[in-house]
Nanobody
Framework: QVQLVESGGGLVQAGGSLRLSCAAS????????MGWFRQAPGKEREFVAS????????DAADSVKGRFTIARDNAKNTVYLQMYSLKPEDTAAYYC??????????????????WGQGTQVTVSS
């Protein structure tokens, strides 16, 4: 089992920045693709970004490319989402996700086996 705990959410003005962190339990973190999804009230869950366990390559949704960066620190079992130039439409609950070991992940919710409880990001205009 993998437990994921997000932190770093909060209220920020449009144009501001936030960094989300996700701490993972267990000794297999380095062999899991990690990612972030978000869900705004009344909207479907949306892929934000992912980072593969092998090689560290990343993917991001078009809506956040150039503004959000995903990174991981395998020594700390932590994945980060650095968010710049935040917009009101980025307001959502952000969820950290982990794939099964050695999987490549993807942009669909069912590519991931483990989900955190979420952290709220609110961007005011």
């Amino acid at each position: 089992q993998v437990q994921l705990v997000e932190s770093g959410g909060g209220l920020v003005q449009a144009g501001g920045s936030l960094r989300l962190s996700c701490a993972a339990s267990g000794r297999t973190f380095s062999r899991r693709t990690m990612g972030w999804f978000r869900q705004a009230p009344g909207k479907e869950r949306e892929f934000v970004a992912s980072i593969r366990w092998s090689g560290g390559s990343t993917d991001a949704a078009d809506s956040v490319k150039g503004r959000f960066t995903i990174a991981r620190d395998n020594a700390k079992n932590t994945v980060y989402l650095q968010m710049y130039s935040l917009k009101p439409e980025d307001t959502a609950a952000y969820y950290c996700v982990a794939s099964r070991a050695l999987a490549q992940g993807g942009s669909r919710w069912y590519d991931y086996d483990y989900w955190g409880q979420g952290t709220q990001v609110t961007v005011s205009s």
